[in-house]
């Protein structure tokens, strides 16, 4: 199979006709041509040598080249397909390094082996094109809605097809009760785009709370042209969903336009989400009111809400309990996906006995500790004291603005206080030194005796100890496993310490072994400072 003048326009047009089968560039397909015919060409000739093929454009003429290449004496290797500067003056006037010689070589008699070769590599490289291009196609259109049509089912898995593709459709991505046959049409979100060794997958849902989004986006023009913004989503697929929206034109109310005229606009994303029910929500700024439009159509009573710990506690009226928790929790479950919080839901009679509860507990720790009775401890409980050291060093004015409190009774209950708490932090001192503790823990400042006690509990007792904690480890945290988030108890979590002040005590500690650099340490806070100030302006 010699490449003569007779079949020379025939690699043109069959470069065309693979081109236009398979939507890729034709000159892709002559590249792989050229690649596939210099392979054979080397087999022939010696795999040593650098020989290159290149087929014209236009005639389909195809030329067998063989390289040389100019280099330096001691780099020379292979006289095949390298000349000194010396051997290039031959077919140079002023040969320099990294010239090339070239010298036109026979076209080569491919035999039915080299043949078969030169079709494989051209196959594999018309693959990896068509590959390449319908990644570039897809990988744009993440974040989107695509129709397709059904093509066949695979151990539970839809393959879609999506045009000049295919698309995956897993199983745990179809809304429950949904079920298709080959050649139904079908909508789908493009959730992700990759490359793998088999081709580039195209992954599809139809649960991922973004695609009810994007189909909002498809249904309401105010959200299509960025008057109204789509804030939150959350799904329970095929079941329930709430939608948090809010509008940048006072003059168009974002539920009313989502809802549309007689429902019009939310029924058709509810009739593709097979019958969902959906909660159109009007976003909001402030936590609390957001989270009470969340719980809807449950009313609540109070919102206490602990920001350190992204925990939110919800009083509801006995009779509206089942209501804001939902069927099988549905309704809180939703709405905590939404706000991104943890949400305790109590009733108003549970957070009364809560209440009492806690008030019994202090006024308890106040008759015991200060030998007062318990009228005495409850008006402290009452005007806001929670611990002894409040009482102790708190300005005398406040205990005097309690009624029935003089001077002198105000004078002796922070005496009691002060000495109660010395005594504390002397038997705090005797634990502490007993269990170990070395004198460079007691010297930091910024821990008390009480929390060094804590601390040789857990094992730490030198500064070094200390140092090597992390910030979560003595305040406390939380973490997410499986979808569920888990308190992480803190050594010195019940002195109310929080974060921010265990990494700067820990962070103390590093400068003084040190172990941190404090001007790199000063540089880091300045950083965050200025990157705080940028986030604030925008």
């Known amino acids: ?114 043949a078969q070769s030169a079709k494989q590599v051209i196959l594999q490289k018309v693959r990896e094109a068509e590959r390449d291009r319908q990644f570039d196609e897809f990988k744009d259109r993440k974040g989107t809605i695509i129709n397709g049509v059904v093509k066949r089912e695979e151990y539970g898995n839809l393959i879609v097809d999506i045009g000049r593709g295919e698309g995956i459709l897993r199983r745990n991505e179809k809304i429950g009760r949904e079920s298709y046959r080959p050649n139904d049409r079908i909508r789908c ?64 109310d974002p539920v009313g336009a989502c809802v549309g005229m007689r429902g019009s606009r939310v029924q058709a994303v509810v009739n593709e989400l097979q019958g969902e029910k959906i909660d159109i929500i009007p976003w909001n700024a402030d936590t609390a009111t957001f989270l009470v439009n969340a719980l809807q159509p449950a009313e609540v009573s109070k919102v206490v809400f602990d920001e350190e710990a992204g925990k939110i506690e919800v009083v509801v009226p006995d009779e509206q309990l089942s209501l804001a928790i939902g069927r099988r929790g549905q309704n809180v479950r939703l709405a905590s996906q939404l ?53 102790a060093y708190v300005d005398q ?55 060094i006690e804590a601390l040789a509990k857990d094992g730490i007792k030198t500064l070094e100890d200390f140092a090597t904690c992390a910030d979560w480890e003595l305040a406390g945290g939380w973490t997410t496993e499986n979808g569920q988030r888990k308190k992480d108890d803190g050594v010195l979590e019940k002195f109310e310490m929080t974060l921010d002040e265990a990494q700067t005590l820990i962070m103390t500690a590093r400068v003084m072994l040190g172990w941190v650099d404090p001007t790199e340490l ?14 604030a302006e925008a």
């Open 1 to 114: 199979m010699a490449i003569t003048s007779a079949n020379q326009l025939e690699l043109l047009q069959t470069a065309e006709a693979v081109a236009r089968e398979k939507m890729i560039d034709p000159d892709l397909v002559i590249q792989a041509m050229e690649e596939s015919l210099a392979r054979a060409a080397k087999s022939r000739y010696g795999s040593e040598l650098d020989i290159r093929v290149k087929i014209d454009r236009k005639t389909g003429r195809a030329t067998f080249a063989r390289i040389r290449t100019v280099v330096a004496d001691e780099e020379f290797e292979n006289h095949h397909a390298q000349l000194t500067v010396k051997q290039a003056k031959s077919y140079l006037a002023n040969p320099q390094l990294g010239d090339e010689v070239i010298d036109e070589v026979p076209p080569v008699d491919l035999g039915r082996i080299a």
């Open 189 to 252: 979100y493009v959730k992700d785009v990759r490359r793998e060794t088999r081709g580039p997958q195209v992954f599809l849902s139809r649960t991922d709370p973004q695609f009810m989004a994007e189909l909002f986006k498809m249904e309401v023009p105010e959200i299509y042209d960025g008057i109204i913004e789509i804030k939150a989503v959350a799904r329970d697929p095929g079941s329930r969903a709430k939608i948090a929206v809010i509008s940048f034109d006072n003059s168009i």
């Open 339 to 391: 706000t991104a919080l943890d949400i305790d839901i109590m009733t108003e009679a549970e957070e009364s006995a809560r209440r009492q509860a806690e008030f019994a507990e202090r006024t308890k720790l106040f008759m015991d500790a200060l030998d007062i009775d318990e009228m005495m401890a409850q008006l402290l409980v009452a005007e806001g004291f929670t611990n002894l050291e409040e009482v």
């Open 397 to 451: 004015d406040e205990l005097l603005s309690i009624d029935g409190f003089d001077e002198g009774t105000a004078a002796e209950l922070q005496a009691r206080a002060r000495d109660v708490i010395e005594e504390q932090n002397r038997k705090a001192i005797e634990t502490a030194r007993e269990l170990g503790v070395e004198d460079s823990l007691f010297n930091f400042e910024g821990l008390t005796p009480q929390m």
């Open 522 to 535: 000063e540089a880091d806070v300045a950083e965050d400072e200025a990157e705080g100030d940028e986030e």
